[in-house]
């Protein structure tokens, strides 16, 4: 079996389990964001459940609309609140203690090795980093696991992508996963679990290792995965709120698919509006004008991420006429980010810095395109709309490659500003 | 039977372009219905008709889980939508609140714009009744059949509460 198969097994009381079986499962951990949590709670009215299955094994974390970006947003936020209190959920992330979901499960320990976890929101697939089997599901989905504390799924065939090779400089698991969509497609891997490996990706630290797996969804993935090896333990060891169980695909388990990247010469790559896996190398779009920067999202904005934009933007200012957002992922590395200098560099550089939020990812807010506007983005998704007015465009890469063409106010390689 | 009249798309039609991400915070369905589709054509809401049915390319409503997409269209009175393929999760979030999806790569190719089509979800059967052409559309596993039946995840999961 795939390291897939074997969670999903023993989460559904299973010896074994074949791809297209359907089975129930019993999560590990659910998480419902601000704006999920508020559909599930009107859904779980209507279901009659007052109470959810187990508040331990739920994290409820505001990302989308936090601060509150409007009257609607704050009653939206001030009702979860009240619930989260009502149903005696501890794992809560609030104004202050809050960030993306995505970044802050894994880093506050509360995604394992050998989870299932289901997420309210499509990049849930960002946990697949740990070796948790995990996969977003849409607000009734979440009301009925949160009311019954199980989930019916479709056991996933599993595609296998092997990167071979070495990294060359500014070279990141963006790049990786920006190439994986760009070969297989928005729906090359619909319906399946992507399990990432080889000798490159072995060589990933855990930031890179999320924002591949965050991005498995762009291929219509259901999940991401990476087996657990040293690199996961040691992450995993400092944080862990609870035991967990480490699995490893069989030698004999099947793929529908397998794919191998050769990473060794690799340039840093771009999509271009308006979809992920339209895919080139950043040379391609290179003087590209820019009206805006954004470094931020579930994708990009962890704290090595920040340290990477920073080692490129130290001492050196924005382009005038290119505005440059940086939003770090998560209170905790926002803190970070501060000790380290990391936000005073940005600030020199003329960005605008701002608290925790998905904010300009969705278009939500602070960071919203106006029509024509073309942005490059560190986000995961630049479809018709996504930033803000439909004639908008994004460009999705790096956080080096952001860096850079902020500085430059036109795409840019990073070694173009060295 | 769900019976009306064809709007078609293209390929991965994905929900930044059913509902825009500026409309996320309405959690009422009706008050988003109005701009279905918004992001392909603004003026959607105004030309279609509750009842009509959209036939759409692969991959139809890929990209986030927002329930506000396939909810729109339920609200909007949207009487079907058939496709190739779904992205899983807007296939899960439409069985789960009762919006009729269908799988068939062949209707979804033949059937034209301003078509009137006929679909029997019990069935999965799809009557193009301006070409008189009938398709089998893929027909869902048991499983889901019994929560469809069920009239969705709510009374589903009423019924296993115990809830009257
Ligand atoms: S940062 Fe963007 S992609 Fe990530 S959860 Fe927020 S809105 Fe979704």
Request: hydrophobic content about 45%; some cysteine; glycine content about 12%.
């Amino acid at each position: 079996m795939t390291i897939t198969e074997k969670i999903l097994a023993a989460h559904a009381g299973k010896a074994a389990v074949e791809p297209g079986e359907f089975i129930v499962a019993r999560p590990d951990m659910v998480m419902g964001n601000d704006l999920s949590t508020a559909g599930a709670i009107g859904v779980l009215r209507k279901m009659g459940a007052a109470k959810v299955f187990d508040p331990e094994k739920i994290a409820i974390v505001f990302d989308h609309i936090v601060p509150a970006r409007d009257i609607q947003a704050a009653d939206l936020l001030k009702g979860v609140r009240q619930w989260v209190r009502e149903q005696g959920i501890r794992h809560f992330f609030d104004e202050g203690r809050h960030g993306i979901a995505h970044i802050i499960l894994p880093e506050q320990g509360l995604a394992l090795p050998g989870n299932l976890i289901i997420g309210g929101d499509s990049h849930s697939c960002t946990y697949g980093a740990v070796g948790a089997f995990s996969t977003g599901v849409g607000h009734t989905d979440l009301a009925g696991v949160l009311a019954l504390g199980e989930i019916w799924l479709k056991v996933p065939a599993s595609i296998k992508s092997t990167y071979h090779g070495t990294l060359g400089p500014w070279i990141m698991g963006k790049d990786l996963i920006l190439a994986t969509i760009g070969k297989i497609g928005i729906d090359g891997a619909l319906y399946q679990a992507m399990e990432f490996r080889g000798p490159a990706l072995a060589t990933l630290g855990m930031s890179e290792r999320l924002t591949m797996c965050n991005m498995a969804i762009e291929a219509g993935g259901k999940s991401g995965i990476v087996a657990p090896d040293e690199v996961t333990l040691s992450y995993v060891r400092e944080r862990a709120t609870r035991p967990w169980t480490v699995y490893q695909s069989d030698p004999d388990a099947r793929y529908v698919a397998e794919y191998d990247f050769e990473i060794t010469g690799m340039r840093p790559q771009v999509a271009k509006p308006f979809s992920p896996d339209n895919v080139v190398p950043v040379d391609e779009v290179a003087g590209t004008p820019l009206d805006q920067v954004f470094i931020g999202s579930c994708t990009n904005a962890k704290l090595e991420d920040l340290r990477i934009a920073a080692r490129i933007l130290r001492g050196k200012k924005a382009h005038a006429g290119t505005r440059l957002i940086v939003i770090p992922a998560s209170t905790w590395i926002w803190n970070q980010a501060l000790k380290e200098g990391l936000l005073e560099i940005f600030a020199e550089a003329g960005a605008a810095v701002s608290t925790p939020t998905c904010g300009a990812c969705f278009g939500g807010h602070t960071g919203v395109l106006g029509a024509g506007e073309v942005c490059l983005s560190t986000s995961n998704r630049n479809f018709v709309g996504r930033m803000g007015h439909p004639t908008a465009q994004s460009y999705l890469a790096n956080p080096a490659v952001a860096a850079a063409s902020a500085i430059k106010g036109c795409i840019a390689a990073p070694e173009e500003v060295l | 039977m769900i019976r009306g009249r064809v709007w078609k798309f293209g390929d991965d039609v994905n929900t930044d372009v059913i509902m825009p991400g500026k409309y996320l915070a309405m959690h009422d369905p009706a008050e988003i219905a109005p701009y279905i589709m918004e992001g392909i054509d603004p003026d959607f809401g105004k030309k279609a008709k509750p009842g009509d049915i959209i036939v759409a390319g692969k991959n139809f409503g890929c990209g986030s889980s927002r329930e506000t997409a396939p909810g729109g269209l339920k609200a909007f009175g949207i009487g079907a939508i058939i496709a190739p393929t779904f992205a899983r999760i807007f296939l899960r979030n439409a069985v789960n609140i009762g919006l009729p999806v269908l799988e068939c790569p062949a209707a979804a190719a033949d059937i034209r714009e301003g078509d009137v089509v006929a679909v029997e979800m019990a069935t999965g059967r799809i009557t193009d009744e301006t070409t008189g052409r009938t398709y089998q559309a893929s027909p869902f596993p048991p499983f889901l059949q019994e929560l469809i039946a069920a009239g969705g995840l709510i009374p589903y999961v009423r019924r296993r509460l115990g809830v009257a």
